[in-house]
């Protein structure tokens, strides 16, 4: 696991890597990978859930409890429930997303993924898509691209691509910022 990309430290990491293992012992990588998705999509989008994961006031009993329901509503069971009952248990809560993470890095890797967000003023058609991905292919070294496409029109035009640890910043805003700042430093 020397290569980069492969790269998870600290106790997320360690966590991560062991969910990896034993995933991989198992055949389930996918369906970890699928079942841990889904649950940091539900995590970001409840700032209730954020509380829940992240503050030290509620107990691991009840964190647990809390945490069970959600995994049921979710159907997310087997090796990926088991997981975040052991986080809860451990009081590891406040890094879970950091451990998603982790093993989505090592996840990636093995299947010799690269991981891309570009943010665009508008909505990409499904040719500007594929066009996209196939520079992007090119950058990563031949390596497949998993795509997430977010609109944001305040960048006014243009893209901002996130590759792995590399980002590059072509946005209208960005270059209007320069030239403004440019504009003060002379006058």
């Given at each position: 696991m020397a290569e980069e990309s492969e790269h998870v430290s600290g106790v997320a990491g360690r966590y991560a890597?062991?969910?990896?293992?034993?995933?991989?012992?198992?055949?389930?990588?996918a369906e970890v990978a699928?079942?841990?998705?889904?649950?940091?999509?539900?995590i970001a989008a409840s700032a209730d859930l954020q509380r829940l994961v992240r503050s030290p006031v509620f107990s691991s009993a009840e964190?647990?409890?809390?945490?069970?329901a959600?995994?049921?509503r979710a159907e997310i069971s087997g090796v990926a429930a088991n997981f975040v009952r052991l986080v809860a248990q451990k009081r590891r809560l406040f890094a879970l997303r950091d451990m998603i993470r982790g093993y989505n890095k090592l996840y990636d890797a093995a299947r010799g993924v690269t991981r891309a967000e570009v943010t665009s003023a508008a909505p990409l058609s499904d040719e500007q898509v594929?066009?996209?991905?196939?520079?992007?292919?090119?950058?990563?070294g031949g390596k497949d691209v998993d795509l997430a496409v977010k609109v944001d029109p305040a960048i006014i035009g243009g893209l901002v691509v996130k590759l792995?640890?590399?980002?590059?910043d072509?946005?209208?805003?960005?270059?209007?910022?320069?030239?403004r700042t440019a504009m003060k430093e002379v006058g």
């Open positions: 890597s062991a969910l990896y293992s034993l995933a991989h012992d198992q055949r389930q990588t699928a079942a841990l998705a889904t649950l940091d999509a539900m964190q647990t409890k809390a945490l069970n959600l995994l049921a594929a066009a996209l991905k196939d520079q992007l292919r090119g950058t990563a792995g640890s590399r980002m590059v072509g946005s209208l805003r960005t270059k209007l910022n320069a030239i």
